[in-house]
Nanobody
Framework: QVQLVESGGGLVQAGDSLRLSCAAS????????MGWFRQAPGNEREFVAA????????YYADSVKGRFTISRDNAKNTVYLQMNSLKPEDTAIYYC?????????????????WGQGTQVTVSS
C-alpha cells in the first residue's frame, strides 16, 4: 500500500512557474513508476507526465512537452513536477499516481494508487 500526498499548487499568472511535489509513504517507493495527471472542470482526467523507477524513462503529454519536467528523489520518497511557462489551459487539479507493475504508464488504468490532488490555477 502506498499513500500519496501532493503539494505545491496555487494561483499564478500566465508565464509563471510552479513546482508540485508528491510525497509517498512506504519503503517500496523506488520500485514504482510514478505519474502526474490533471483534471480540469468538465473534462476527463488526462495524462501529464510519467517517470520510471530509475528516472531512465520519462514521458510527457504533447501539451506540456518542453515546459514541464518530471523528476524523482527515491531517497526522499518524492516525485516532482516542475511547471514552467504556465498557461491558463494548465488550470486543473493535479494528481500524482503510483504504478507497481509497469515500467512507466500513460493511462489511468495502469496506476494503482492516487493522491487527493492539488489545485493549480493560472490566470491570464
Amino acid at each position: 500500500q502506498v499513500q500519496l500526498v501532493e503539494s505545491g499548487g496555487g494561483l499564478v499568472q500566465a508565464g509563471d512557474s510552479l513546482r508540485l511535489s508528491c510525497a509517498a509513504s512506504g519503503r517500496t517507493f523506488r520500485a514504482y513508476a510514478m505519474g502526474w495527471f490533471r483534471q480540469a472542470p468538465g473534462n476527463e482526467r488526462e495524462f501529464v507526465a510519467a517517470i520510471s523507477w530509475s528516472s531512465g524513462i520519462r514521458y510527457y503529454a504533447d501539451s506540456v512537452k518542453g515546459r514541464f519536467t518530471i523528476s524523482r528523489d527515491n531517497a526522499k520518497n518524492t516525485v516532482y513536477l516542475q511547471m514552467n511557462s504556465l498557461k491558463p489551459e494548465d488550470t486543473a487539479i493535479y494528481y500524482c499516481a503510483a504504478d507497481r507493475t509497469n515500467p512507466t504508464g500513460t493511462t489511468i488504468s495502469e496506476y494503482d494508487y492516487w493522491g487527493q490532488g492539488t489545485q493549480v490555477t493560472v490566470s491570464s
